[in-house]
């Protein structure tokens, strides 16, 4: 008798991904260092939580948790559907954008088809993309040295990256965990030239935060091209990222089809009620963006008094680059026992970065003052 364990039976291509590493929880740390007053500035979440009206929403839907949610989330579709000029039927709910992000690869890949994607981009996608055993395509990214962008999509590089093979593009922009984004022009001249056998995944998950960076709205193309995919999160710039929403908006028959494999019941019904309020509250996420107008430039700007250079971000995060790996993980380690906690990215292959995000005043101004203590105190 073999005595092989049953994980050994997994596909190959599954027994061959790494799993994602999220931020340091507040709690984790608490635990292992005994501190208190912990900053989390590690995962891009909203610093001015959720919005009143969503967590009265989510209170009144509390009573109703023995039923099961509307599996359709016809109220939510009708909001979205509302506030961005598409039909519900283009519209596909995700636990998270997550969701969505691999219900795309589960629809569309299998083995013998690929997957282009960019060095640097979220590492969500190669997770989804391997589970299903197609090719990934990774597509370097463009150079440190990159006058505009560095370290950001080359679209050029990707659009000669695609093959008949070719079933999906994912895009990030802005992208995580660089910040870097490609403009709305680019990115209209590429997604007009990638043929109708591949879908364009464009996420945008940072769009609130992108302002005048001129990162385009993917919405405002869905009409034109049939075979773009716009991904939006409730995660970001709504504050709900505990609730696990986000949304794909396309083509109806490619929201048919994702609609086909999702589970039932894949959005809860406090994520539905939450994210329908939050979407109505427009102050929140007014108030969201400009917080993060002020504090990202102040942030960036301290950093480079500091010596870091900052990569450009239209994201509510900036990339620091601390010179070299040691004193990346060096700078990484001090912060944690000041309570600061912040991205180690080297599982990007970005392991002399750091990636901040943009928290309240106060919880900046405390990172600046961390960083200030740790280079007076001549360790790095
Ligand atoms: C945070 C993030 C998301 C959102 O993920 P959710 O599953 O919706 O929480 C999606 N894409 C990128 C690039 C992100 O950084």
């Known amino acids: 008798m073999s005595r092989e364990h049953p994980a050994e039976f997994a596909s190959a291509s599954v027994r061959s991904i790494a799993p994602y590493t999220p931020?340091?929880?507040?709690?984790?740390?608490?635990?292992?260092?005994?501190?208190?007053?912990?900053?989390?500035?590690?995962?891009?979440?909203?610093?001015?939580?959720?919005?009143?009206?969503?967590?009265?929403?989510?209170?009144?839907?509390?009573?109703?948790?023995?039923?099961?949610?509307?599996?359709?989330g016809h109220a939510l579709k009708q909001a979205l559907a509302a506030h961005y000029g598409v039909a519900p039927a283009q519209l596909t709910l995700g636990n998270g954008s997550n969701d969505v992000l691999v219900l795309l690869a589960e629809a569309f890949l299998v083995p013998g088809t690929e997957a282009v994607l960019s060095q640097y981009c979220f590492a969500v996608y190669p997770l989804a993309v391997q589970a299903t055993g197609a090719r990934q395509v990774v597509v370097p990214a463009h150079p440190a040295s990159h006058a505009s962008m560095p370290l950001g999509h080359d679209l050029d590089a990707m659009l000669a990256a695609v093959t008949p093979a070719t079933r999906l593009v994912f895009v990030a922009n802005p992208n995580n965990p660089t910040g870097t984004w490609v403009s709305a022009a680019a990115l209209e001249a590429f997604i007009a030239k990638v043929p109708a056998s591949a879908l364009v995944v464009l996420d945008e998950a940072y769009f609130e935060y992108a302002g005048d960076a001129g990162c385009g709205d993917g919405l405002a193309w869905l009409e034109r091209y049939p075979n773009l995919v716009v991904v939006r999160?409730?995660?970001?710039?709504?504050?709900?990222?505990?609730?696990?929403?986000?949304?794909?908006?396309?083509?109806?028959?490619?929201?048919?089809?994702?609609?086909?494999?999702?589970?039932?019941?894949?959005?809860?019904?406090?994520?539905?009620?939450?994210?329908?309020?939050?979407?109505?509250?427009?102050?929140?996420?007014?108030?969201?963006?400009?917080?993060?107008?002020?504090?990202?430039?102040?942030?960036?700007?301290?950093?480079?008094?500091?010596?870091?250079?900052?990569?450009?971000?239209?994201?509510?995060?900036?990339?620091?680059?601390?010179?070299d790996a040691a004193r990346a993980a060096k700078l990484h380690a001090f912060l944690l026992r000041q309570g600061v906690i912040v991205r180690p990215v080297g599982n990007y292959g970005l392991a002399q970065y750091l990636r901040i995000t943009v928290g309240l005043e106060a919880e900046n101004t405390r990172l600046l003052g961390a960083i200030d203590a740790w280079l007076a105190g001549g360790a790095h």
Request: aromatic share 6%.
């Open 23 to 72: 931020g340091k929880p507040v709690d984790e740390l608490a635990r292992e260092l005994g501190l208190k007053d912990i900053i989390k500035l590690a995962s891009n979440e909203n610093p001015l939580g959720a919005s009143r009206a969503a967590l009265a929403a989510m209170q009144a839907a509390l009573a109703e948790s023995w039923v099961y949610p509307d599996g359709s």
């Open 233 to 323: 999160t409730f995660s970001k710039a709504y504050g709900l990222a505990a609730l696990r929403v986000g949304f794909a908006a396309s083509h109806r028959e490619v929201a048919d089809v994702l609609n086909r494999i999702r589970q039932p019941f894949n959005v809860n019904s406090l994520a539905l009620e939450g994210a329908r309020a939050a979407l109505a509250d427009r102050e929140h996420v007014a108030r969201s963006v400009a917080l993060v107008a002020v504090e990202r430039p102040r942030l960036a700007r301290g950093l480079a008094a500091r010596g870091f250079a900052v990569l450009p971000s239209a994201g509510n995060f900036v990339l620091a680059d601390c010179g």
